[in-house]
């Protein structure tokens, strides 16, 4: 292909990402799920204006690092740290209930295999991405309602953070497992080595951008800074510590999120993200996403893969969430709230395609619950809600 064609192929995808997610957003729905719909729409599955390219799948790892870059850069360790010990136990939950239920699904579908094989790994990595939550849709429903500062939203909002640590940790460890020549013990040192050493090294960071903080309030060089931290921890951790570089990238947002200036970091961020990158990333898992293998049996595995996923994180959470002193209506919504996925998943999938953990067909079942979980979620959060309201006015 002539260099010149990758002009018309990211032309073709920004434009059509950016019109299909204003649509989605019209309709009230995600505006990253009309951006996945333009690379369905414009790739090889329909009209075939775009084949995929190691250009573009570059240009995607570059989106996918800064929007985990900003995803670390919202967290509120403080927030976090407030609600600890329920949030913690509500997200463990939701990580732990959807990744024995993927595997149980997958292992039900194709049979199971033997601990260790790539078979064994594929069946976990399918509860990986049961394991990812996204609470934007969640946070806007109940900031609609007035109600993302009470019991329930904080709980919520908490729960979901820790629940994306603890998801980068879970994906950490499949995929170093599942690389070749390495063994358990190899996986968990490199593990806790990188680490301690995002530790040591991000607080000594910390103290720099704090420096330049005082120094440098609000200017271009923070940014920079900012990006070139996120990009040295994406290196480092595939580099000397065989981690998923979107892992280093998500720890260099925490490093960042308290210092004064991270709303603007993220800002910065966001413009070279929400104009090229993040479009490119989101189009070009619908470019890679294929219906030429879709069988009777694989189209089952994705409506039960959508069950599986929603009811997992309503019963994990909701169930934690009754044990730790909420109401069984409270719960219930807990549950609901959890249920959402979005970029995380599509992250944790992306990644996986790339190590050779999931083939390109499953992406249909990943994009059917992002799109199913993110219409039904604000619908049964409003019902729960309003039957509150009813009740207060009774």
């Known amino acids: 292909m002539a260099s010149y ?27 990253v799920v009309g951006e996945i719909l333009a690379g369905l729409l414009v790739g090889p599955c329909a009209l075939g ?54 595997f149980l699904l997958y292992s039900l579908f194709y049979g199971f295999a033997a601990v260790g094989t790539n078979s064994f790994f594929r069946a976990v990595f399918i509860g990986v991405i049961l394991t990812a939550t996204s609470v934007s849709i969640t946070v806007e429903t109940l900031r ?10 904080t709980a919520i909002l908490s729960a979901a953070i820790i629940d994306d640590v603890l998801g980068m940790i879970v994906l950490t460890f499949v995929v170093g497992f599942q690389s070749e020549g390495s063994s358990g013990g190899t996986v968990i040192v490199n593990t806790l080595l990188f680490f ?72 910065k961020i966001d413009v ?36 599986v996923g929603c009811i997992a994180k309503i019963v994990g ?30 992250i944790v999938a992306q990644k996986g395609l790339s190590v050779g953990l999931l083939e390109p067909v499953y992406f249909a079942s990943v994009i059917l619950l992002i799109i199913v979980s993110s219409v039904i979620t604000p619908i049964l959060l409003k019902l729960l809600f309003s039957r509150d309201t009813r009740l207060e006015s009774i």
């Not at 995808?13 to 009230?28: E, F, N, Q």
């Not at 996918?64 to 913690?88: C, H, K, N, S």
């Not at 189009?283 to 009777?296: E, N, P, R, Y």
Request: charge should be neutral; aromatic fraction near 12%.
């Open 317 to 346: 959470c909701g169930l934690v969430s009754r044990a730790c002193g909420f109401t069984g209506e409270e719960s219930l919504k807990i549950g609901v709230g959890m249920m959402t996925r979005g970029e995380v998943a599509l």
């Open 272 to 307: 070279s993200s929400y104009m090229m990158f993040g479009p490119v990333f989101f189009a070009s898992i619908g470019l890679k996403t294929t219906f030429d293998g879709m069988t009777w049996e694989l189209f089952g595995f994705s409506i039960c893969f959508v069950l």
């Open 144 to 153: 609609e309602m007035g109600r993302l500062k009470g019991k329930v939203g």
């Open 196 to 267: 301690l050493f995002a530790t040591v090294f991000g607080i000594l960071c910390y103290h720099i951008f704090r420096f330049l903080d005082r120094r440098y309030s609000r200017s271009h060089r923070i940014a920079i800074f900012g990006l070139v931290l996120c990009l040295f921890l994406a290196y480092s951790a595939e580099k000397f510590f065989g981690i998923a570089d979107i892992t280093g990238a998500y720890i260099a947002g925490i490093i960042l999120c308290n210092i004064q200036d991270s709303e603007y970091i993220e800002q």
């Open 49 to 102: 204006l775009v084949a995929g390219s190691d250009f573009i799948t570059e240009l995607a790892e570059i989106g996918v690092i800064m929007l985990m870059f900003m995803a670390g850069l919202e967290t509120d360790l403080r927030e976090l740290a407030r609600t600890g010990p329920v949030a913690l136990l509500i997200a463990c939950a939701g990580v732990l209930v959807p990744l024995a239920g993927g």
């Open 5 to 31: 064609e990758v002009f018309y192929q990211l032309a073709i995808i920004i434009v059509s990402a950016k019109l299909c997610g204003l649509l989605a957003r019209k309709l009230h729905a995600p505006q």
